[in-house]
């Protein structure tokens, strides 16, 4: 199996990493969630952890210190790991995207002073993209960075950002023209680590999606050298940020799937043991309606998500794969996530029971990423192309 950049894994060391996540989620993550859930704390001794299995590196190549997985690895790892808990992807995802950035379009010096400490979580951070007015149309961002000598000036607020508290790092969209026509030519991308000129706004509530921090990062002033723009090229940032969306909604496809089978084991492990009207609810047709649709939706969604990493590793433009694995596997997490709530009854809505949690889980995926609406677009405007008249 390789990744779009030559990198290999044999299915034997795939299979160990696997089993190593998996010991790693039952002996330390299991234990906590739904603690550290509900209180929101942070889970400063997890990521600790993830460090030493090397998660920070996941998709990093191993010239830099990474593990260099490929996607349709880096996939079902995430699957895994959602499945336990989703939110804790989160920490490590965002943070592969700014790697991604640097390693795809980054100078050779670049790509040599951020990509080992990224690699290692030295340096951990994300993505600072979206904006209070801009969301889906990044090109309506307001950030401006001001050419001033040997360095830029930056000033403007990013919102929703994953990792804002606890990272150090962003690859930060701005406008290095504001005037440009169209939009997107005046569009930069920077490396922005935590210093003088960057504050947190605020940290965020949400309804789930608990535990990974989610900001506002205000920029005043904030003053960076050239050599932190990335490529040392203006004019390129709308590409470059939007050039890992193909991995980023792989990598929300497989939350999806993590969720969207974690409420089918829970409900189906409940209906065998729930006994009303002297047999298991298993066996009423009103409960197997359930069970079957959420089976199909959970599988159709893994097969769905695996053969957009397929195409993403064979180096193929894959929107249109990675677009359909979004969608399906976001919407099967959400509907799994809710009729596994409902074959509890009153305990699915009981905090004491992980089934609420993946209830206030699930939306996230139909959102991150490019919203579902969006991803319906773009997948029959995609297949318009592949299939002209």
Not at 95 to 108: D, N, R
Not at 233 to 251: K, M, P, V, Y
Request: hydrophobic fraction near 40%.
């Amino acid at each position: 199996m390789a990744t779009a950049t030559g990198q290999r894994i044999d299915a034997l060391d795939e299979a160990q990493l696997l089993r190593t996540i998996d010991r790693w989620l039952e002996k330390e993550v299991r234990p906590i969630v739904r603690k550290y859930d509900h209180d929101d704390l942070y889970p400063a001794e997890l990521v600790e952890q993830m460090k030493e299995l090397g998660l920070f590196g996941a998709t990093i190549s191993p010239e830099y210190g990474g593990l260099g997985l490929p996607a349709a690895t880096y996939a079902k790892l995430v699957m895994q790991i959602s499945s336990a808990w989703m939110a804790i992807t989160g920490i490590f995802n965002s943070h592969l995207m700014l790697a991604l950035a640097i390693e795809k379009f980054g100078t050779p010096m670049q790509k040599a002073r951020w990509l080992p400490k990224l690699a290692s979580g030295q340096i951990r951070g994300g993505l600072a993209l979206t904006e209070p007015d801009a969301g889906t149309d990044l090109q309506g961002i307001r950030m401006t960075a001001r050419a001033d000598g040997g360095d830029y000036v930056i000033n403007g607020t990013k919102t929703w950002i994953s990792n804002g508290v606890e990272g150090s790092c962003f690859a930060l969209l701005v406008k290095t023209d504001p005037q440009a026509d169209p939009r997107y030519k005046g569009m930069s991308l920077f490396i922005a680590p935590k210093q003088a000129g960057l504050h947190v706004g605020r940290k965020l509530e949400k309804l789930g999606y608990k535990s990974i921090d989610s900001a506002e990062l205000v920029f005043e002033d904030y003053r960076v050298p050239k050599d932190h723009l990335i490529g040392e090229a203006e004019g390129q940032g709308f590409f470059q940020a939007t050039g890992g969306l193909e991995l980023g909604r792989i990598n929300v496809a497989a939350r999806g799937v993590g969720i969207a089978e974690e409420a089918l084991r829970l409900a189906t492990q409940y209906a065998q043991l729930r006994k009303p009207f002297g047999k298991p609810i298993c066996e009423h047709q009103a409960i197997q309606l359930k069970l079957g649709e959420m089976v199909t939706r959970a599988r159709a969604a893994r097969l769905l998500t695996l053969d957009a990493a397929a195409a993403f590793d064979r180096g193929e433009r894959c929107d249109l794969e990675a677009g359909m694995a979004k969608f399906h596997a976001s919407e099967a997490a959400l509907e799994n996530s809710i009729e596994a709530m409902r074959i509890h009854g009153a305990y699915g809505y009981s905090k004491e029971y992980d089934v609420e949690r993946l209830y206030r889980d699930a939306p996230l995926t139909c959102i991150g990423e490019g919203t579902n609406e969006m991803q319906r677009i773009v997948i029959s405007r995609q297949w318009i192309k592949r299939n002209p008249a």
